[in-house]
């Protein structure tokens, strides 16, 4: 939140043009960096207005909390007021979103809208607001028991009901109501119905000082949904694990104990059916508890998959970078899946100062939760500042005099199931000693390796046509165009003599019917792009096409890591030479193990693809393909 008082004072502010000063002086503070232009003009156009408002309707003593920030979420809303409800005598608030817009149309979708001034849809401004309130009730202990004393508008004050009369399309309710120029008498009113004409200063205490975390409400919701979609069956040590985080569960309900687990595991061990059969089970029981990953692709799928019904569901899937403020243990269980992923720090360019806690990112998520679990593969860390390993977490856990529990899994579920494939990877990348060995075909994960991209692709196609998914990988050897016109189409920035494909989508958005990156892995339409380390890492798919580019080449007994053939950004001159080789095995580690039922390999290093022939037994792609087609 950037600034706080009452509606009379932050009018008064407003008028002696103060008021604009002051945030930007706290935004600095907050944030570390000036807030921009389009920002600052936003304040001095509507807080005026919004204040004048109140003033009118004689609410001068509402408090206005001004940015006020949602609980582990980046999103603000602009203005959130507080005060005392006129015929209950108790909390009241109501939250407001202000647009400058002078008009607006509904797009196909009556839940998005298209501004002049945007050059894509946005969400409607009814819906933007009511999703703020949903989400406080979910996660604010002031409104989860409460609900009924928070309310939604979005104020449009530069618009008459003319310029935008389209938004009217969406549901109109408690949560989520719309007022322009033309009714701003009816806003005045609308108010007095929320508000008495007396100090809001005690609900807002009541507000920021509220427990922040999963209602129950939202948690027996999740539990539902979890329940409904759980086809798990844990076996042997993935039991283990379970039951393990379980009884650590127990212990700190009965004796205010708090502890660390760690479950450590390689590729298709079950890690994230552990994590989501206990994130169920947890709810099931009413124990307070979040899911947060380093990912961006793995957090958006999951919560694509756990709460696609429920919209609510998704706000229970976080990032690491989430709790950097987050009171200690407020939470009974914190789940960090594909924990490798964790940094050395939450902290970025972006931050707000006040959130710059100095912590370390694994110090941050020990002390959010009595018991917080990890889930990890050490051989999956692949960018530099990454540091989630069993050794640094049980040293946070030894610091802070915790006992910390590790959970071995063996049996692997991915590749077919093959720990020889498994051991055939680790092998061949020199992840383990002993050096690369021949691949003896074991029934359960099939290997080939094609003389083309051409080739490589083309079997894959024909595994797509027989029913399989199939998606292509690479190691990030070719420059990544990440600006692209919503309209594409994709550069083909993957080029290989006369073979060339684009990279896939950067961001959040699907361009020119390729899916957003976190989606590249599970929508079928992500076959024809190719993807880095970050969109595969996490996921799986029947097929995996993967080529080794020239930053890990075969020279006559060994492997040699050229760091000037990576384009990845995250290697800079401080990252070292050992590093640099660690990560880079590490990349083809993962893409090495997406595949559920086979990988097809592709060097475009001639050495190195002949090194990869004569270990996988001089096996070609079109040779299989032809042997399948028969």
């Known amino acids: 939140m950037l600034f706080r008082d009452s509606a009379s004072a932050v009018a008064a502010e407003s008028l002696a043009e103060t008021l604009s000063l002051r945030l930007i002086d706290q935004f600095v503070h907050m944030h570390g960096y000036r807030p921009g232009p389009a920002e600052v003009r936003s304040w001095k156009a509507s807080i005026p207005v919004l204040t004048r408002t109140l003033l009118d309707a004689g609410l001068g003593m509402v408090e206005v909390l001004i940015e006020y920030s949602l609980p582990l979420n980046s999103k ?19 939250v407001v979103e202000l647009k400058q817009w002078n008009s607006a149309l509904p797009d196909e979708d009556p839940l998005l809208c298209q501004v002049a001034s945007y050059s894509r849809p946005v969400l409607n401004p009814v819906e933007q607001v009511r999703g703020y309130c949903d989400y406080l009730i979910s996660f604010n202990g002031a409104l ?72 129950k409400q939202l948690m027996a919701v999740a539990a539902e949904e979890v329940r409904e979609r759980e086809q798990f069956v844990l076996l042997d040590e993935q039991r283990v694990a379970y039951e393990t985080v379980l009884r650590a569960v127990r212990r700190a309900q009965q004796a205010d104990h708090k502890e660390v687990v760690v479950i450590l595991g390689g590729p298709g061990t079950g890690k994230s059916v552990i994590a989501l059969s206990l994130l169920g089970e947890l709810y099931r029981r009413g124990v307070t508890a979040l899911h947060a990953t380093g990912s961006s692709s793995f957090t958006t799928t999951m919560r694509q998959v756990v709460g696609e019904r429920k919209r609510a569901v998704k706000d229970l899937f976080k990032y690491f970078n989430s709790f950097m403020t987050a009171e200690r243990n407020s939470l009974d269980v914190l789940i960090c899946d594909e924990a490798h992923r964790i940094r050395k720090t939450s902290a970025n360019r972006f931050t707000q100062a006040t959130q710059r806690t100095g912590k370390a990112q694994i110090e941050e998520l020990i002390d959010a939760a009595r018991v917080p ?85 083309n079997f894959l196609d024909a595994q797509r046509g027989a029913g399989y998914s199939a998606r292509i990988s690479a190691g990030y050897c070719w420059k990544w165009t990440k600006k692209v016109p919503a309209g594409g189409p994709l550069p083909e920035d993957v080029r290989i003599g006369d073979w060339a494909r684009p990279w896939n989508v950067y961001g959040d958005r699907s361009v020119a019917g390729a899916p957003p990156a976190a989606l590249w892995a599970t929508v079928p339409a992500g076959f024809g792009q190719v993807g880095c380390v970050y969109t595969a890492q996490g996921f799986e798919y029947d097929w995996s096409g993967v080529i080794l580019g020239p930053d890990l080449v075969w020279r006559t007994d060994r ?72």
């Not at 409460?146 to 004050?157: K, M, T, W």
């Not at 530099?384 to 049996?411: R, W, Y």
């Not at 991915?414 to 074991?442: F, K, Q, T």
């Not at 592709?602 to 022939?613: F, G, M, N, V």
């Open 144 to 215: 989860a028991a409460n609900p009924e004393r928070i309310s939604g508008v979005a104020y449009l004050h530069n618009a008459t009901e003319l310029s935008v009369r389209g938004l009217y399309d969406v549901e109109q309710n408690e949560r989520g109501r719309l007022f322009t120029s033309d009714r701003r008498g009816e806003l005045i009113q609308y108010l007095r119905t929320k508000f008495k004409p007396v100090s809001g200063a005690e609900a807002a205490d009541q507000l920021l000082a509220a427990k922040v975390g999963p209602s």
């Open 559 to 630: 492997w040699r890591c050229d760091r000037t053939e990576s384009k990845d950004p995250v290697f800079r001159k401080s990252t070292s030479d050992d590093d640099v080789d660690r990560l880079i095995r590490n990349t083809y580690k993962v893409l090495l193990t997406r595949g559920m039922v086979g990988t097809v390999l592709y060097s475009t290093d001639e050495e190195t693809q002949a090194k990869l022939r004569e270990l996988a037994s001089g096996r070609s792609a079109h040779r299989v393909a032809a042997a399948q087609s028969r």
């Open 373 to 457: 679990v990890f889930l990890l593969d050490e051989h999956q860390v692949v960018r530099p500042g990454e540091m989630g390993t069993v050794a640094q977490i049980q040293a946070a856990a030894a610091a802070k005099g915790l006992s910390c529990e590790v959970v071995e899994l063996d049996s692997q579920f991915r590749c077919g199931g093959s720990d020889a494939y498994l051991n055939w990877v680790v092998r061949l990348l020199g992840l383990e000693e002993g050096g690369p060995i021949p691949w003896e075909p074991d029934g359960k994960m099939l290997l080939e390796v094609a003389d083309s991209p051409w080739e490589l692709e």
């Open 76 to 94: 603000r809303a602009d203005v959130v007021l507080a005060g005392v409800h006129p015929t209950t005598d108790e909390p009241s608030y109501v």
